[in-house]
């Protein structure tokens, strides 16, 4: 069994900054595909980042490019969201996911079969 922990999550101030990293158990790590997804009060869970395997292919949903990085070191099991210029709208709980199937990268929740219990981010206006 796979099993994902957030830790970064927090409170900051518009235009300030914050790094979740996901740490993951399992020893094939670094054949998942990992994704940041997140969910606001009220909404629906929605795609962020992801990033596959080797580091080499990362999708952003529009509203975040420029502002999150996603990355990951496979010697310590673990992908980072780097997030700068936080806005008000970037408020939610941010959950990790992870892929172990191999395939192309997806921003469809259904195909990431493990999922961390999330970690919330306050951005104050």
């Known amino acids: 069994q796979v099993q994902l922990v957030e830790s970064g999550g927090g409170l900051v101030q518009t235009g300030g900054s914050l790094r979740l990293s996901c740490t993951t158990s399992g020893r094939t790590f670094s054949s998942y595909a990992m994704a940041w997804f997140r969910q606001a009060p009220g909404k629906e869970r929605e795609f962020v980042t992801a990033i596959n395997w080797s580091g080499g292919i990362i999708y952003y949903r529009n509203s975040v490019k420029g502002r999150f990085t996603i990355s990951r070191d496979n010697a310590k099991n673990t992908v980072y969201l780097q997030m700068n210029s936080l806005k008000p709208e970037d408020t939610a709980v941010y959950y990790c996911?992870?892929?172990?199937?191999?395939?192309?990268?997806?921003?469809?929740?259904?195909?990431?079969?493990?999922w961390g219990q999330g970690t919330q981010v306050t951005v104050s206006s």
């Open positions: 996911a992870a892929d172990p199937t191999s395939q192309p990268i997806s921003d469809r929740p259904a195909r990431y079969n493990y």
